[in-house]
């Protein structure tokens, strides 16, 4: 049986996202199919519990999954990482570029990866100095997005130099591809690389989380409407979606409207409008929460929505978050964007809306919530979309039958 490598800038098993959750499933299904995994992550411990959780994890984690941090340093306050991300991450990827040269100059089995500029610039060192080494990176969404979309001028700079490097440098030492979409398939298909496969691996989710998840600790007044995922507008349309809420809170004034994910440079513009709308104590913003409350606080809300605008990373990539969504049976409004209509039907699977649409999420919301018994058919078919086509078990043998054949 053959013996993987995954690299990671995280801990999956740290961080609270669907896309870490998509990650786990996948590994967790891999070492059931009897593979072996190491999975090294470039970074430093950022609080004690996440070490403490690290090393409990040493002890019960799944026969065939190893997790391995490049560095035991704990930085673990606010202050202290700041520091190692402004000033001391230089020195530490020198350290970890000798470390990865140890582990990966004699190893001839497979490299998973991410698009991530620092870890592909050291593989393609790596694979001129050993050409049996096989790598493959997973793609979420375009990584020329950044063109069609107002980027802050700090972040551009980094999102225009990882483009450049995947498309002139970085596909060229690959020996696979695994995409999210057929979009991506095509794109990649479309730069003519004869020694490279593809996989077309759509978005993930562990159902089992849902079966029966704890009452969740965190006190949201129901009923509500529910969002988790990116406080960000070119992404997930927040500002839409606060829009949406106020033209339907005369008609549904019961309901209040949770917004579950960490700051982002939109956030303080959404609290701006919270309050400008007169809507402070109907819309909360609460902040990223734990991974394990999720599948509760899902399960309890009455609408699931997610206004994602038209955009080049809509049409790349597909939401991990819809996945969760879909796995709890809660109706869901959404837009139809990208690859989404692929799977879900308006009325039947999902309430669809326009992107870029107030209005017409805001008819979306209203044929859900005017509709309970309706609703609550659409959310159950949305769950059978999402074990017939996003089940981590049938993903996870998919990708694990990819990487034995390279």
């Given amino acids: 049986m053959k013996h993987y490598i995954f690299l990671s800038r995280s801990n999956p098993y740290q961080a609270n996202g669907a896309s870490a959750n998509r990650t786990r499933g996948l590994l967790e299904g891999i070492i059931a199919q009897g593979g072996k995994i190491h999975f090294y992550i470039l970074s430093p411990f950022f609080s004690r519990n996440e070490k403490l959780e690290y090393f409990n994890f040493q002890q019960n984690s799944p026969s065939g999954l190893k997790l391995i941090y490049l560095s035991s340093i704990l930085f673990g306050n606010a202050y202290m990482e700041r520091f190692y991300k402004y000033i001391l991450s ?8 000798f470390m990865l040269k140890k582990v990966l100059s004699d190893f001839n089995g497979v490299v998973f990866t991410t698009p991530d500029y ?6 393609c060192k790596l694979k001129t100095k050993n ?3 096989i790598i493959v990176c997973e793609i979420s969404e375009y ?6 979309q107002d980027i802050p001028k700090w972040l551009l700079p980094q999102l225009i130099r990882t483009e450049k490097f995947f498309v002139n ?3 060229n030492c690959l020996s696979g591809c695994v995409v999210m979409t057929k979009a991506l398939y095509s794109f990649i298909e479309d730069l003519n690389l004869p020694n490279i496969k593809l ?6 989710v562990d159902l089992s989380r849902f079966e029966n998840p704890q009452k969740p600790s965190l006190n949201f007044k129901k009923p509500y409407i ?7 507008n070119a992404k997930d349309g927040v500002d839409i979606l606060i829009d949406s809420y106020y033209e339907t809170n005369t008609k549904f004034h019961q309901y209040n409207l949770y ?6 440079y939109d956030t303080p513009g959404h609290l701006d409008k919270i309050k400008t709308l007169g809507l402070t104590g109907k819309v909360n913003w609460i902040n990223e929460v734990q991974r394990d409350e999720i599948p509760p606080i899902l399960k309890e809300a009455s609408l699931l929505v997610l206004p994602r605008p038209d955009s080049k990373q809509a049409q790349g990539g597909f939401p991990t978050k819809l996945g969760e969504y879909l796995a709890s049976g809660i109706p869901i409004c959404a837009t139809s964007v990208g690859e989404i209509p692929d799977y879900l039907t308006n009325n039947e699977t999902v309430f669809f809306a326009e992107p870029g649409s107030v209005g017409s999420f805001a008819k979306a919301m209203d044929r859900a919530l005017s509709n309970p018994e309706l609703a609550k058919k659409v959310g159950m078919a949305g769950r059978n979309i999402a074990e017939i086509h996003f089940n981590k078990d049938i993903q996870s043998q998919k990708l694990h039958k990819f990487l034995q054949n390279l």
């Fill in 143 to 148: 990584l020329d997005y950044y063109k069609s």
């Fill in 226 to 232: 529910l969002f988790v995922g990116v406080m960000n």
């Fill in 259 to 264: 917004l579950v994910g960490p700051w982002q």
């Fill in 118 to 123: 620092y870890l592909m610039k050291q593989l």
């Fill in 169 to 171: 440098q970085f596909v």
């Fill in 199 to 204: 996989l077309h691996l759509p978005m993930t």
């Fill in 90 to 97: 230089y020195f530490f990827e020198i350290i970890f570029a």
């Fill in 131 to 133: 050409p049996k080494l």
